[in-house]
């Protein structure tokens, strides 16, 4: 009697869990997209002793686009610049991305993860192969910094604000 009564409890709760299907969220891959390395003035640049510590510019972008339903390609790009004496000694750029399957969450919350949770999975790769590269090419490598992408992205936000106010005022 005990089991039947547990059988058509079971039964009764499963209707409920179709109506309400639970979040998903989980990297299916993630892979390199592209990467390159350049070093214009080489061997040249490599022979001569530098007289000050060479400049190093970075850059990363960050971009997100939907592949299929609920299927989401969240990309990473970072760009490694390193002169001396306004002379490349190399350059690398990287390009990492990561598939996401991700639904059942609210549209808010969803640019939230695309924006902030995505890039901080897949970034890590990144700083990885680009320093890889570089060792590769037996240049010291330089390692992209630590990212908060929740500082960028409410950044991002109040400047999309700002600049939605000034158009509405103009």
Known sequence: MAENENAQHQDNQQPQQEAAPEPVFQLQRCYLKDASLEMPHAPEILLQAQQEQPQVDIKFEVSQKTVAEALYDVTVRGTITVKAADKVIIL????????????GIPVEALQHVTNVVCPAMVYPYLRA??????????????????????????????????????????
């Open 92 to 103: 690398v750029e990287g390009t990492q991305s990561g598939l996401f399957a991700i639904h």
């Open 129 to 170: 192969n680009l320093a890889d590269l570089m060792n590769r090419a037996n240049v010291p490598p330089v390692h992209l910094p630590e990212v908060n992408f929740e500082v960028l992205y409410q950044q991002r936000l109040a400047q999309a604000q700002a600049e939605a106010e000034g158009a509405a005022q103009a």
